[in-house]
């Protein structure tokens, strides 16, 4: 994977969270979320990456927050959800979810596949509309550098050919989780990749893609992903 080490790197801990709402309910927060969270969450500390409509599941939604590490992030999670804005407004917000732990909690596989900040980041994309995709290998054991490079030459080429250029790549953070009050994934591994979908397949060929990407004979769980209209600061 020929990829330079982001200018600005973000994010040794990253969370994706997938949350299942209401039926017909999220565009309800996904305002909420843009209106409140994400200059409420920057300002404890932590970094929006990027939310997310799922394109193949109308009542998901997905999104990206980072922290500099597991101490910050534990530090934000207080400051946020003991603060003002999400009490102010989380009865409206949960209103809308039917399940929210569906979370892994995830840091870069190496330095150069983390997440840049600025105009690339995977939050942006290049005209507006195109799509992010992700996938998310289960693992029997914790991803290592061999795998992490078997990647590198298998599947990033065929992501390639079909106009995905990758903007991070992630293995599971094993570290406990120090703030219980939000549930995560634990004992999982995953190999977890991010990419502007310029070219990709439409969601509808999903299968056949998957087994185009497999890894070790595992395809991976893929995410068709629309930004919503929120934009991180700088981004």
Known sequence: MNRHPPADPCCPVVELRQYTLAP???DELIEIFDRHFVEGQEAVGMTVIGQFRDLQRPDRFVWLR???DMEARRRALEAFYDG???IA????????MLAWDDVLLLRPARPDTAFGVGPDAVATTRDGR???LA?????PQAADEDLVSRFEREVVPVLEAKEVGIEGVFVTEPAPNTFTRLPVREGEHVLAWFGIADGAAEPSHG???????ALDG???SLLWLEPTRGRRTGS
């Open 24 to 26: 017909g309910r999220r």
């Open 66 to 68: 980072g922290f500099a």
């Open 84 to 86: 003002p804005i999400w």
């Open 89 to 96: 407004h989380k009865d409206a917000a949960n209103d809308t």
């Open 130 to 132: 195109a799509t992010v």
């Open 135 to 139: 996938g998310i290998y289960q693992l």
């Open 207 to 213: 299968s056949e893609v998957a087994e185009e990407l």
């Open 218 to 220: 595992v395809p991976p």
